[in-house]
């Protein structure tokens, strides 16, 4: 079948869905799309969600994927509010409510959903969760002056969530089980920047401490620690992490693991399927192995190769990892993977605010996390890509350009 004639289907009206929509027809792909997905709204840019969002400095037309009439104009069929209850492999159909809806060309961009807490008071008024817009929608009139956020979880977006609640007038604090925050996902180096960092501008930063209860008369006050210390606040916010959506393609039988399993073009184990985004599991491409890489750069980057493939064009040049974060006038930029590696460079001082993290193997950096450092994160990125091999004494030295830092 002439790929121009491919009926595609994308379940997941988030960003990756609606980017691989927009793709397809940048890439002159005419065939009929039809996106469904199961928000009311239509595709829109979740990182504001736990920053510009909760300032209120950003709105629901800013955060919008496309202009309201793109898709219309498009030709893409955009079904909110809908749920994809199964997909029929053998019939290439997907289920909808009453409705079978045919596909030539499937794409799964279902996300992720957050993790749950098992605990007694979880279901208490005012514990909540930030991964959707009406998610964040919940939060925001709950932030301010005299209110007090507790954070169940010290990882980005519980700490981009503290930074906001606290540049609003209110108060927060965030409760690590792990000896540090972003135990998972940074280096220590920029982990204890970040602590201090935090509390420097008023968070309160709890380590190595356990929640095991909240408490309230229908509504959280209250957090109960395991060595039995107990944090009021007005609001929970329960950031433990997130899982990859793969029921469907568990129940259609595709290939899973923490993520549907895909290649180098976002092509699952059936060859009229493909997954983007934070559902998908993807190779490690120059680190090995395979990742679940939870960032809008990987899901655009898979949106890209998806669409590429559909529309018969080729492949794109594949792009290194990055991920970044705004906390308070920090923003950090990150690329790369701290995957075997065999040590740390600090370029800079960290309390100027200013500096980067390099992870090396040998003389080929692997990783870099710069914070309010442009130049460190785009020239570390580029030299990761190229593997360029670096002189780590210059690396080091923050008066030596990184244009100079090369072997």
């Given at each position: 079948m002439?790929?121009?004639?491919?009926r595609?289907?994308?379940?997941g009206?988030?960003h990756a869905?609606?980017?691989?929509?927009?793709?397809?027809?940048?890439y002159?792909?005419?065939?009929p799309?039809t996106?469904?997905?199961?928000?009311?709204?239509?595709?829109?840019?979740?990182?504001?969600l736990?920053?510009a969002?909760?300032?209120?400095e950003a709105?629901a037309?800013s955060?919008q994927?496309?202009e309201?009439?793109?898709?219309?104009d498009?030709?893409c069929d955009?079904?909110v509010?809908?749920?994809?209850?199964a997909?029929?492999?053998?019939?290439?159909t997907?289920v909808?409510?009453?409705?079978?809806?045919?596909?030539?060309a499937?794409v799964?961009?279902?996300?992720?959903?957050?993790r749950?807490?098992?605990?007694?008071?979880a279901d208490?008024d005012?514990?909540?969760?930030l991964?959707?817009?009406?998610?964040a929608?919940?939060l925001?009139?709950?932030?301010?002056p005299g209110?007090?956020?507790?954070?169940?979880?010290?990882?980005?977006?519980g700490l981009?969530?503290?930074a906001?609640?606290?540049?609003?007038?209110?108060?927060a604090?965030v409760?690590e089980?792990?000896?540090?925050?972003?135990?998972?996902v940074?280096?220590?180096?920029?982990?204890d920047?970040?602590?201090?960092a935090?509390?420097?501008?008023?968070?309160?930063?709890?380590?190595?401490?356990?929640?095991?209860r909240l408490?309230g008369?229908?509504?959280?006050?209250?957090v109960?620690l395991?060595?039995g210390?107990?944090?009021?606040?007005d609001t929970?916010l329960?950031?433990?992490?997130?899982?990859?959506?793969?029921?469907l393609a568990?129940?259609a039988?595709l290939?899973?693991?923490?993520?549907?399993?895909?290649?180098?073009?976002?092509?699952a184990?059936d060859p009229?399927i493909?997954?983007?985004?934070d559902?998908?599991?993807r190779?490690g491409?120059?680190f090995?192995g395979?990742i679940r890489?939870e960032?809008?750069?990987?899901?655009?980057?898979q949106?890209?190769q998806a669409?590429?493939?559909i529309?018969g064009?080729?492949q794109?040049?594949?792009?290194?990892?990055w991920?970044?974060?705004?906390?308070?006038?920090?923003?950090l930029q990150?690329?790369g993977l701290?995957?075997d590696?065999?040590?740390?460079?600090?370029?800079?001082?960290?309390?100027s605010?200013r500096?980067?993290?390099?992870?090396?193997?040998?003389e080929?950096i692997?990783?870099?996390?710069?914070?309010?450092?442009?130049p460190?994160?785009m020239?570390g990125?580029l030299?990761?890509?190229?593997q360029?091999?670096?002189?780590a004494?210059?690396?080091?030295d923050p008066?030596?350009?990184?244009k100079?830092?090369?072997?």
């Amino acid at each position: 079948m002439e790929s121009h004639t491919l009926r595609v289907v994308i379940i997941g009206a988030g960003h990756a869905g609606g980017s691989v929509a927009g793709f397809l027809r940048q890439y002159g792909f005419q065939g009929p799309i039809t996106l469904i997905g199961d928000e009311p709204i239509a595709p829109y840019q979740r990182p504001p969600l736990s920053k510009a969002w909760l300032k209120g400095e950003a709105d629901a037309d800013s955060l919008q994927l496309k202009e309201p009439d793109w898709w219309a104009d498009n030709g893409c069929d955009l079904r909110v509010a809908r749920s994809v209850t199964a997909i029929d492999r053998t019939t290439r159909t997907v289920v909808t409510g009453r409705e079978s809806v045919p596909y030539d060309a499937l794409v799964i961009a279902t996300g992720a959903r957050a993790r749950r807490i098992d605990m007694a008071g979880a279901d208490l008024d005012g514990v909540l969760f930030l991964r959707t817009a009406a998610d964040a929608e919940a939060l925001k009139p709950r932030l301010g002056p005299g209110r007090r956020l507790a954070v169940i979880g010290g990882g980005y977006v519980g700490l981009e969530a503290a930074a906001s609640a606290t540049a609003m007038g209110g108060s927060a604090v965030v409760l690590e089980r792990e000896p540090r925050v972003l135990a998972r996902v940074a280096s220590e180096p920029l982990s204890d920047f970040y602590q201090a960092a935090h509390r420097r501008r008023g968070v309160e930063i709890l380590t190595r401490t356990s929640v095991t209860r909240l408490e309230g008369d229908g509504s959280v006050a209250t957090v109960v620690l395991a060595d039995g210390q107990r944090v009021a606040c007005d609001t929970v916010l329960v950031g433990v992490g997130a899982i990859a959506n793969t029921d469907l393609a568990e129940a259609a039988g595709l290939d899973c693991r923490d993520g549907v399993i895909v290649d180098a073009a976002a092509r699952a184990s059936d060859p009229s399927i493909w997954a983007v985004g934070d559902v998908t599991r993807r190779p490690g491409g120059l680190f090995g192995g395979d990742i679940r890489f939870e960032s809008v750069p990987n899901a655009l980057e898979q949106a890209k190769q998806a669409a590429a493939a559909i529309a018969g064009r080729d492949q794109p040049p594949t792009e290194v990892p990055w991920f970044w974060s705004d906390q308070f006038d920090l923003k950090l930029q990150m690329a790369g993977l701290a995957r075997d590696t065999d040590r740390l460079i600090v370029r800079g001082d960290p309390d100027s605010e200013r500096f980067a993290v390099f992870h090396l193997k040998g003389e080929l950096i692997r990783c870099v996390e710069a914070v309010n450092a442009p130049p460190e994160f785009m020239a570390g990125r580029l030299l990761i890509g190229k593997q360029t091999p670096v002189d780590a004494t210059r690396l080091a030295d923050p008066a030596v350009s990184m244009k100079a830092v090369t072997l």
